[in-house]
Every structure is written in C-alpha cells, then in structure tokens.
C-alpha cells in the first residue's frame, strides 16, 4: 500500500499544518499588512457577507413597511438620510469654523468639504474582536480608497479605511485598535499627542511628557492633520483618567474615551478628500 | 447524498458560507455576540465528527482563512487553529464514542478549550504582545460553541428519527 494511502489523515495534518506555518511566518513581523492571498478570500466572502446583511435587513425592512404607513416610512427615510449629511455639514461647518482665520480660508475649507461624504453602512465587525474593524457596504467603485477617515452619524472619528477595499465593500480599522494611531490635540490646553487603541472601548493618549502642563479629565480631543490620515478638526474623545506611568515614567498615562460607538455606527461617513483621500 | 471528494468538497463550501450568513448577522444585530459566539468554530465541529478528520482539517482551513480575512488579526493563526480543531475532533471522535448528547457537549466543550488555549498561545507568540481576552468575557465561547454545536447534532438527530417514523 502506497504512503498516502497509509498515512493519509497524518501528511494532510502535516501539509495543511506547513502551509499555515509559512502563511504566519510570511506577515512577521507586518502583523496587519494584508498579504494577496488575504485580500483574494475577502473579495471572495465580503459579497456573501453583504448579501447577508442586505437580505435580513431587507426581511426586516419588508415586515415593517408591511405595518407602517408606507408613505410616511419612505418620508422618514428621506428625512434621516437628510438628516445625516445635515449634521456632518453641521460638524465639519463648526470645525471649520473654529479652525479658520480668514474668511478666504473659511471658504476655501468649505469648498473642500464640499460633495466628499459617502454614506456608508455597517455590514460587518472584526470576526475576532469588535473593537478593531468594521466592514462597509461602500467601496472602489463608490470613490472609497485606502486611508479615508472614517466618521460616526455625529461627526465623530471612528477609523480610517484600509486594504483591502473590495467592489462594493471596505475594511475600516477603528481608532480602538492597538494598531491604529491618530495624531490629537486638546481644544482645551493645545496638548498634543497620539490617540492609540487597545482594541478594547477606551484608548491611550500616548507620547505625552510628565513635565509638561495640561489635560485634564474631560477635555475634548480633535484631530491636527499632522499625520496626513485624517482632516484637522474632527471630534476623536474626551479624557477619562490622567495618571503618572510607573512604566515609563517620563510620559504620563492618559486614558482617553472615544465619542464614537457601535450604537452610533449603523450609518458611516467616509470623507473621500482630505490628507488620507488625496483630496 | 453519496459521499464522494467532490460532494465534501461542497458542503465545506456551504458549511463556510453558513458560517459567514451567521458571523455577519450576528455581527450586525450586537459585536458583542462575536465575542462570545464563533459560527466558524461551531461549523468545523459539527462537520468534523460528522465527517472525519481529512474532512475536519481541510474545513477548518477554509473557516480559519475566513474568520481571519474579516479581522486585523495575523493572517493564518484562526486558520492554523481550526485546522488543528477540526483534524483532532474529527480524528477523536472516530475513536471514542460521542454519540451520547451529553458525553457530545462536553467533548465539544473540550476541543473549544483547546482551540482558544491554541489561539491566545499562538497570538502572544506571534504579536509578541498579551492578548486582549475581553476581560474574560472571550473565555465564555467554549460553553456556547459546545451548547449551540451539540445542540445543531440534538436537532439534526430529532428530525431524522421525526421523519423515519414519518416514513
């Protein structure tokens, strides 16, 4: 009898076992670069995963538009829809606002805001922990390419998008990753630093010296720009706890609570201009 | 159905997309089930002891490449781990008895331990950095994979003696 026939179960643990060995050792030390072949099995189940979401959102949508008047429902939806690309305007208005120092710089932000949101919707979350990405239902062929911010229905930073970005549909690493890093600073004090995730609800405000004055519990955090990712001005959090790092003793330990959440995701705004869009 | 490489090659298939219809939606309803719940895990389980371990390896490849293709994690620890979980319970359940639906639950409860120890060992390994393990919560999924997974085997056997008595 020939090997394989002998010893079948035991070289497929062994084959299958060698592959996976090779695939992990390829992406050390990347960890969250995406190689080709990650990208091919997202293209290829993002669509089912889609399909998924739309058909029992579309059940679901079927079985109250069956109870519900019709035409106020439709209205309803029009005016939500309204409602959102309203309030993103508001934000980004207010943050121009404050940012600008000229009314030709007003003008000009504004005129730089102006069509770039893509609404988005929330198809999926980060089939091993919640709080490191999410999947949209909006991709290349809806103008959504790689490091766009990403913001809640409140105007609030929730990521940025990453490859791979499908047809139809977009990975987005949210600021609560451990890999994410998004350049902040207070509205209060001017205090600077890096909001990193811990892929939990809170994140760190890292690279904040000891010696140095302000942050205080509460103070709200935006975003510079300066790390060419995200647009100047959008709400990212506000500090929860302010303490000394016995780790590192020269930075301070600051604990920060991003203002986005799952309840305020079903619905995304991707900015498709700014630093991170090439707009 | 006749059970052929091709015809196992499909219901893997299928048993994957089952797999990601229940991620997504019940990734959609509340993220926090995800935590608590794998699909994939319950799919390469239930196949695995019904199929063998050849079956359960080459599934839990497919699953673990799946699950990992929806995550910032390393690609190929969620694989390496199913292959593993699939190729052990398939290959043990060939050789004790997990007919019993309670002797079921706890062998499956069993492999699920396995399978996250594999998965947080692994992780550490690779990221170099503590997994975040959700403030424990993460450490309920064995309970519910093995409750949803020997309940799917309970249902599938009730309705097979439901419609030989039919017949």
Redesign the interface.
């Known amino acids: 009898m020939p090997l394989w026939e002998r010893r079948r179960s035991a070289l497929v643990l062994v084959g299958l076992t060698v592959f996976h060995l090779l695939l992990i050792s390829l992406q050390v030390p990347q960890g969250t670069q995406k190689s080709l072949f990650e990208k091919g099995v997202f293209f290829l189940f993002s669509p089912i995963q889609r399909a998924a979401t739309l058909t029992v959102r579309g059940i679901g949508s079927v079985w109250n538009g069956y109870f519900d008047l019709r035409g106020v429902r439709r209205e309803n939806q029009k005016l939500k829809k309204e409602n959102f690309f309203l309030k993103q305007d508001l934000r980004f208005l207010e943050d121009r606002l404050q940012l600008a120092q000229s009314e030709a710089q007003l003008k000009a932000s504004l005129a730089a805001f102006e069509g770039t949101i893509v609404a988005a919707r929330v198809i999926g979350v980060d089939s091993t922990n919640p709080h490191q990405s999410i999947v949209i239902d909006k991709g290349s062929f809806d103008g959504v390419a790689k490091d766009m911010a990403v913001c809640d229905r409140n105007g609030a930073l929730v990521g940025r998008t990453i490859g791979p970005v499908g047809f139809k549909e977009a990975m987005v690493q949210l600021v609560t990753d451990k890999d994410s890093s998004v350049s902040v600073k207070s509205e209060v004090d001017g205090l600077t630093g890096a909001v990193t995730g811990r892929s939990t609800e809170i994140c760190d405000l890292r690279y904040v010296l000891a010696s140095g004055s302000g942050g205080h519990i509460g103070d709200e955090l935006r975003t510079t720009g300066a790390d060419r990712i995200y647009p100047a001005g959008i709400r990212v959090g506000a500090i929860q706890s302010v303490e000394a790092d016995p780790a590192t003793p020269i930075f301070r330990r600051i604990v920060v609570k991003p203002y986005f959440g799952f309840d305020t995701i079903d619905v995304v705004a991707v900015l498709t201009k700014g630093p991170g869009g090439g707009g | 159905m006749r059970e052929t490489v091709g015809g196992d090659v499909v219901r893997a298939f299928l048993g994957?997309?089952v797999a990601?219809?229940v991620?997504?939606?019940a990734?959609?309803g509340a993220?926090?089930l995800?935590?608590v719940f794998n699909a994939?895990s319950v799919v390469v389980l239930y196949f695995s002891i019904r199929r063998g371990?050849?079956f359960g390896?080459?599934l839990?490849?497919m699953c673990?490449?799946?699950?990992?293709?929806?995550?910032?994690?390393?690609?190929?620890?969620?694989?390496?781990t199913k292959?593993?979980l699939g190729?052990w319970t398939g290959?043990i359940s060939r050789r004790i008895d997990v007919a019993p639906l309670a002797r079921n639950a706890l062998f499956m409860l069993v492999m699920s331990v396995v399978e996250m120890v594999l998965w947080v060992l692994?992780t550490a390994l690779?990221?170099l950095?503590p997994v975040?393990l959700?403030?424990g919560l993460v450490f309920i999924q064995p309970v519910v994979t093995a409750v949803v997974g020997s309940s799917l085997i309970a249902l599938e056997r009730w309705i097979q003696a439901r419609s030989s008595r039919g017949a």
């Open positions: 994957t997309i990601v219809l991620y997504s939606v990734g959609a993220p926090a995800l935590v994939f371990e050849i390896a080459l839990g490849t673990g490449l799946v699950q990992d293709a929806f995550s910032l994690g390393v690609f190929g620890v969620g694989g390496l292959t593993l190729f290959y692994i690779v990221r950095k975040n959700q403030g």
